[in-house]
């Protein structure tokens, strides 16, 4: 899904600019989905880890957990910057 959306938009002015601005909020809420995806496969790979290293594998899971409401705060903060960055006449009703 790499098309480069921003380069297209750049000769249309503001569209761009908001096009920007959207792409990069939709950016933002794809990496907390995938720490997310991340944080719930741990569940099954800590299943398999050797006694031993356990204490470690929690440690690691407890560093993406604060990565996670990291990126999500950051993502919620940059969605409230730019909370016009979607237009009603691509979503249609609103």
């Keep these: 899904m790499s098309l480069d ?18 792409i990069k909020v939709v950016r933002n809420y794809e990496q907390v989905c995938k720490l997310g ?5 741990h569940k099954d790979f800590v299943r398999k880890v050797k006694p031993d290293k356990l204490e470690q594998e929690w ?11 990291k ?14 960055s979607v ?4 979503t249609g009703w609103s």
């Excluded at 440690?59 to 409401?69: G, K, L, M, S, T």
């Excluded at 237009?87 to 691509?90: D, I, K, S, T």
């Design 5 to 22: 959306i921003d380069k297209i938009f750049k000769q249309n002015g503001k569209k761009s600019i908001i096009m920007s601005n959207f």
């Design 37 to 41: 995806r991340d944080i719930i496969a």
């Design 59 to 69: 440690a690691r899971q407890e560093a993406r957990i604060q990565e996670f409401v």
């Design 71 to 84: 990126a999500t705060n950051d993502a919620n903060e940059e969605w409230k910057k730019n909370p016009c």
């Design 87 to 90: 237009n009603e006449f691509w």
